[in-house]
């Protein structure tokens, strides 16, 4: 994955956080959370340095539909 992706939560995961959907394991949520409104995978990366698994993480977000990737 590319550090400089920018990542940004849909409509599903804003409904995910702020509606207490709770079909997310805590720390996919810790990782939605902090991808808010926008932020890039480095940026992510930085904030979240001992998630082993993070890209893993990130990659079933996107394709859950929780978040996406913006066009840079």
Do not use: W, Y
């Not at 590319?2 to 805590?26: A, V």
């Not at 720390?27 to 930085?46: A, D, K, N, P």
């Not at 993480?57 to 913006?70: E, H, K, P, S, T």
């Amino acid at each position: 994955m590319e550090m400089n992706m920018q990542l940004s939560r849909t409509d599903k995961g804003q409904d995910e956080i702020f509606n207490l959907g709770h079909t997310l394991r805590p720390r996919f949520r810790q990782i939605l959370f902090s991808v808010g409104g926008g932020i890039s995978f480095g940026e992510l990366c930085r904030k979240m340095p001992n998630c082993a698994e993070l890209e893993k993480m990130v990659d079933d977000l996107l394709q859950n539909g929780f978040i996406q990737a913006l066009r840079n």
